[in-house]
């Protein structure tokens, strides 16, 4: 799981004036919106006990921690401690993380890292998005699975023929055609046409002779997948967007969003929303069976196919990733789990005046490596725990 990036909380709409418990990346994180609209992102845990602001409530854009009632302000700095009355002064280390948010494509997104703006890599892009001339409709989906493999289902074309044969699949034609992987600082796409049945129900009534889907997919780095279909000789479109995001390292939401430019009234928005999950039915069992879960280190440790190119692309972006010492070192973290709170970095960690002015140390990064090739030392690591006494 990668830190420095952006990752979407979900549908704005869901992100409200009561503050909401998430998990991403393994960490306890708290939501809110403000009366000024503005989304609030941070760490879940009080600085003082460890309990769970999200268990707290809003008073003049504050979050006050329901425990011993601390509040805490939209930077995360502890602004009141009422145990210590009003005349004495708050100490500069009570503050939380509290980390960069913003909105797009309908959905609330946080920065979940140090960088400072002008470093951070963009909020993935969604190619195609065109909501004057398509209608969208929004979902989610949770899955037994790592990111990773959630993702790399999603840019696999031989599989549909199998697991999706019941749907959009054809198992009479599995052969993928060649195709040509294009690849960007952020990501990679490619144009294919692949052979399909007859579509059944509503949109099979506008389906012309050819049983060809023709598709426009890729990936944006981390965890953004998009497919185009063109449908019925180039009459119907469709253009899907998953966010797999990581809750931890063994489960999955996808946050999606789906537009069409047919059948556009309202009327017709819950036949999409059934058949976009039914493909995630359908991918659920086969993710879910994947051994060992995470992808394997090494490129060599599965057998590819020209058909897994888009795959390979994306283990090489998420290698490239890995360099830089953005991976959470999850055996390190599961070693503390339990006993020391880590916490991913805000930006406000690397400002001069805020430097170690942070009760919880960082999560610990597997190292990167530097451009001449030795390992990159981690900021700001926990010291090893002792083990506890029996
Ligand atoms: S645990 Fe939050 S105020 Fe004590
Ligand atoms: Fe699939």
Known sequence: MYKNFWYACGQSTSITAKPRKMKMLGQNLVAYRRE????????????????????????DGCLRCPYHGWKFDKD??????????????????????????????GFTWVFLGELPEEERPPIPDFPGWDTENFRPVYGEYTWAGNFRRVVENSLDPAHASWVHRNSFGNNQEPEVPDFTVETTQWGSAAEMVLSSPKLKGLWGAKREVRNEIK????????????????????????????????????????????????????????????????????????????????????????????????????????????????????????????????????????????????????????????????????????????????
């Open 76 to 105: 995360g700095k502890c602004v009141e401690i009422p145990a210590n009355g009003k005349t004495k002064t708050v100490p500069s280390r009570a503050r939380v993380d509290a980390y960069p948010t913003a909105e797009k494509y």
């Open 215 to 390: 598709l426009y997919t890729g990936y944006s780095m981390p965890n953004l997948t998009y497919i185009h279909m063109t449908l019925a000789n180039g009459k119907m479109h469709n253009r899907l967007y998953n966010i797999a995001v990581p809750i931890d390292e063994e489960t999955t939401i996808t946050h999606w969003v789906i537009l069409r430019d047919f059948f556009m009234s309202p009327f017709f928005d819950r036949d999409t929303h059934r058949r976009t999950m039914k493909i995630f039915y359908e991918d659920a069992p086969v993710v879910a069976s994947q051994r060992p879960e995470l992808i394997p280190e090494h490129i060599s440790g599965e057998l590819h196919i020209k058909a897994d190119a888009l795959q390979i692309a994306y283990r090489k972006h998420c290698q490239s990733i890995e360099a830089q010492g953005w991976s959470i070192d999850m055996d390190q973290f599961r070693t503390l789990e339990g006993k020391r709170a880590t916490i991913i970095p805000c930006p406000g960690r690397r400002s001069e005046e805020k430097k170690n002015q942070w009760v919880f140390p960082e999560v610990p990064m597997t190292p990167g490596l530097s451009s001449d090739g030795p390992a990159v030392a981690p900021q700001n690591q926990p010291t090893p725990t002792a083990p506890l006494a029996k």
């Open 36 to 59: 000024d609209g503005e989304a609030l992102v941070m760490s879940d845990l009080c600085i003082h006990r460890g309990g769970a602001l999200s268990g707290g409530w809003i008073e």
